[in-house]
């Protein structure tokens, strides 16, 4: 069967399929992962074949459009301004989803963003498509939508989401008219669309471990969590700086935020250097997309360092709390020190304190050095968190949540017309 997994947008948005896509060839099946042109070597590092999707999301990430957004950090505007930003590029990228499921497909896996726009390509081609999305986006009565409210009871965690879909289907109305358009099908709002899927019990698989987040009981039928989609890594050789530095002392705190890409790069290294020495500990600081640099005595900048290798030898991580890198975390057992910035993010930051992982929660905006200290103080010294995080970890070595679309693969090629 020929599988095309359509991934859209960061590093965290496309790494998961990687890995979801080296065990779906293990399991005998041609697959393809349409993505960013800038993620062709992560792609085919998995022995997988790239289709170039339009767009350069480190670019997007770093425009004043994203960083006003991240300025928004939680709640409905930030969430609308999410989506304004989704909606600005979304009509290129539809013709270039149309392109990629145009190339010897028959079945589509859309991730959470590519379900945007997406789900029309595959019904317009005729394509079976499921979800395999990575985070927990359908309305439940159990927690709030993921645009960082808080906990606002049954009624209101349900209400406020099924209102976010129904305020995203404005915003995206004139790109998902385009794509339908393009492709012979009737108009159709995003709203429209989500009900018809329900009433449909179209499938997703989310690549969430149920340990993390259990399956809210008012889900419907085909909704699941079906576990993590781990990365695919190959062979990794450390720079010899690395090794040495880790080699020299007590294992450091590694700080990595990712592809956020804040206004002022130079304010928040200044800020990761104060607390870390307030903190008295050592530190390796991954530039990432933020371009962050710490220079002092017992701190290291790296570039890119696989997750898998480097968290197993640090005392914690200071983090965005992406879904991505909150995976890595708890499957290295590491302590974390969440500090989200927009999104979803405060989401899986509430989780890991619920978890046990983390001492707290900090926010991103207006964080200071020494609450940065205390935290990092509080993660590393208190024994509860890294022995909450190696309990959490040796129940995740066994998930493999690719299993489950494996298994999923031959019902929805069978729906093919």
Not at 96 to 108: K, R, S
Not at 335 to 354: E, G, K, L, N, S
């Amino acid at each position: 069967m020929h599988v095309l997994i359509m991934a859209v947008g960061s590093t965290g948005d496309v790494a998961p399929y990687t890995g979801l896509g080296a065990r779906l060839r293990q399991a005998g099946h041609e697959v393809a992962i349409a993505a960013a042109a800038s993620f062709a070597g992560m792609v085919t590092a998995a022995e997988l074949e790239h289709r170039v999707l339009p767009g350069d999301p480190r670019a997007a990430q770093q425009s004043e459009a994203n960083r006003r957004w991240q300025r928004r950090g939680r709640g409905v505007r930030s969430g609308a301004e999410m989506t304004r930003l989704l909606a600005r590029h979304m009509r290129e990228l539809g013709d270039g989803m149309i392109a990629a499921a145009e190339q010897n497909t028959d079945v589509v896996l859309l991730s959470g963003p590519a379900y945007l726009g997406g789900a029309d390509v595959a019904e317009g081609l005729g394509l079976p498509s499921a979800g395999v999305f990575a985070a927990p986006a359908h309305p439940t009565r159990e927690f709030p939508p993921l645009i960082g409210l808080p906990d606002l009871g049954p009624t209101g965690n349900w209400l406020a989401g099924r209102a976010v879909f129904a305020g995203m289907s404005p915003i995206l109305a004139p790109a998902i008219r385009h794509i339908r358009s393009t492709l012979g099908l009737a108009p159709r709002s995003f709203r429209r669309a989500v009900r018809a899927h329900d009433r449909a019990r179209w499938p997703v698989r989310y690549g969430v471990s149920p340990l993390v987040v259990p399956r809210p009981h008012d889900w419907r039928p085909g909704l699941e969590m079906a576990g993590y989609f781990w990365p695919h890594h190959g062979a990794w050789t450390p720079p010899t700086t690395l090794r040495e530095f880790l080699d020299a002392g007590p294992p450091p705190v590694a700080v990595s935020f990712g592809s956020m890409a804040p206004r002022d790069p130079q304010l928040w290294s200044a800020l990761i250097a104060d607390a870390l020495r307030h903190a008295g500990l050592r530190g390796v600081v991954q530039a990432g997309w933020a371009e962050l640099e710490v220079r002092e005595e017992h701190v290291l900048t790296v570039g890119d360092v696989p997750h898998t290798w480097l968290l197993p030898r640090v005392a914690a991580l200071v983090h965005h709390s992406g879904a991505g890198t909150t995976a890595a975390a708890l499957r290295a057992g590491v302590p974390t020190v969440p500090v989200p910035i927009a999104a979803d993010q405060h989401f899986w930051a509430a989780r890991q304190v619920a978890l046990g992982v983390a001492p707290a929660r900090l926010e991103g905006k207006g964080l200071t050095a020494d609450a940065l200290a205390a935290a990092i103080r509080a993660a590393v010294g208190d024994p509860e968190h890294r022995l909450a995080a190696g309990r959490l970890a040796a129940r995740l070595e066994g998930e493999d949540g690719a299993t489950e679309v494996v298994r999923l693969l031959p019902e929805l090629a069978s729906t093919r017309p």
